[in-house]
């Protein structure tokens, strides 16, 4: 008996390693053992009735892919189970999944409440594109609980929050933002990216909604962009499917293939990536010309024992520190040297892949916002974010070196 002869109730007795492999849509009649890419945009119908059947969705089958498509599905179904949810629903990048959850939870004069350390593009979709359509959001300090408590409103519908944050890798407590936003009558989405169903599954913790970009971790060798909500069998038919169809965010079938087999070794990845990281932050916060390491796995991390109990006991996998310098001017510039002095390392703004990547988020992902905001927001010119990756972690470090010994 194979797995796809299982019933979803007894395959969910098997461990979650074997899912992440194992899980998927039934092969097709040629008996794959790697699950097969269906790039097909239609689906042949056997007849006018079940064609008609399928369209009124009186009938399970296949129509048009994007109302849904084999490679997705099974791709949704492998997630979910990592995640521990019922249901997913793939879209076709991470900021489209939080545009969906934003379209089907919300309606004019609701109001969000949202953690300000948030990945940089959701701030404009919420304060922008939401409030064009009468939904009003307040921005809190990430780890203030009795902030988030007081920004509760009578019409609060969503608590949003992103654990660790980007890049500073500040930690929230997310069952507390559970019990607020329960308390409130309202939902808790967490965008699991950072962390991954592999170090923590916020779900178990309260959350009703979990967030990915599948871009990072779950794709984790930097090809294909795609995103997630992880959720309710309900939430997923009833709510999220109707405007997916209709609006046509869907994650391409190709796209969904990557992902799918990249969760096959997401969690050997994120463990072997993360004791890189933990490796690497020491060495950084040993080193003299470094004024500051941020990484949930260091003791000096402010939330330091929330994260290690959140997290299973692990950091993950990315880590941002500041060079040592007088002024912002002189700091920006370290900050450069350190960046044109790698020969092995990238300069690049992704995040999760297992090659290690380097960014500058004062002047990237942070580069629009004034002085004074990118400072509130801790986002010193100094500052480097590293995405940390399979390489030998001498190698990381010598290359870091260069930079570094040289200021
Ligand atoms: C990258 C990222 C997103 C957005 O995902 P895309 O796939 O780039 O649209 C959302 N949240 C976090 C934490 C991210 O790192």
Redesign the pocket.
């Known amino acids: 008996m194979t797995i796809e002869n299982l019933k979803p109730e007894e395959a969910r007795t098997l461990h979650r390693d074997t899912l992440a492999v194992r899980l998927a849509m039934e092969p097709s009649q040629y008996g794959e053992n790697s699950e097969a890419l269906f790039l097909t945009s239609g689906y042949v119908q056997s007849s006018a009735a079940s064609s008609a059947a399928r369209f009124a969705m009186e009938e399970e089958g296949f129509t048009y892919s994007r109302v849904g498509n084999p490679t997705v599905s099974s791709m949704e179904m492998r997630l979910a189970a990592l995640e521990g949810t019922q249901a997913a629903v793939a879209t076709s ?6 545009l969906l959850l934003g379209m089907g939870l919300l309606r004019a004069g609701d109001h969000v409440v949202c953690s300000r350390s ?2 940089g ?2 701030i404009p979709l919420f304060s922008r594109e939401f409030a064009k359509f009468g939904v009003e959001t307040t921005f809190v300090a990430q780890t203030d609980v009795a902030a988030w408590k007081a920004a509760v409103q009578p019409n609060t519908k969503l608590l949003f929050a ?1 654990t660790p ?2 890049p500073l890798t500040e930690v929230c407590d997310i069952q507390a933002l559970a019990d607020i936003a329960h308390g409130a009558g309202a939902f808790l989405a967490v ?1 699991n ?2 962390a991954t169903p592999v170090l923590q599954r916020p779900v178990e913790l309260g959350a009703d909604f979990i ?6 971790f779950l794709d984790g060798q930097g090809r294909v ?3 997630a909500i992880c959720c309710t069998q309900k939430h997923r038919d009833e709510v999220f499917l109707p405007i997916l169809r209709t609006a046509g965010m869907v994650l391409a079938p190709f796209n969904a293939w990557v992902i799918l087999k990249g969760m096959e070794t997401l969690a050997l990845r994120v463990k072997a990536q993360s004791e890189n990281a933990l490796a690497l932050a020491k060495w950084l916060e040993a080193q003299p010309q470094v004024a500051r390491v941020f990484y949930p796995g260091l003791a000096s991390h402010p939330q330091h024992a929330l994260a290690m109990r959140q997290q299973g006991g692990c950091g993950g996998s990315v880590l941002s520190f500041e060079v040592r310098a007088s002024d912002p001017e002189q700091a920006r510039k370290r900050a450069f040297h350190v960046l044109d002095s790698m020969q092995l390392l990238s300069l690049c703004t ?3 892949d297992t090659k290690t990547l380097l960014s500058h988020p004062a002047s990237t992902s942070h580069g629009r916002l004034s002085e004074d905001q990118r400072l509130a927001a801790g986002i010193s010119q100094g500052l480097i974010r590293v995405s940390v990756g399979l390489e030998n972690i001498h190698d990381i470090s010598a290359d870091l070196s260069r930079g570094l010994n040289t200021l």
């Open positions: 990048t991470g900021m489209a999944a939080i948030v990945f593009s959701v992103e944050t980007n965008d990216c950072f967030i990915h970009s599948g871009t990072k962009m795609a995103g992704n995040l999760g």
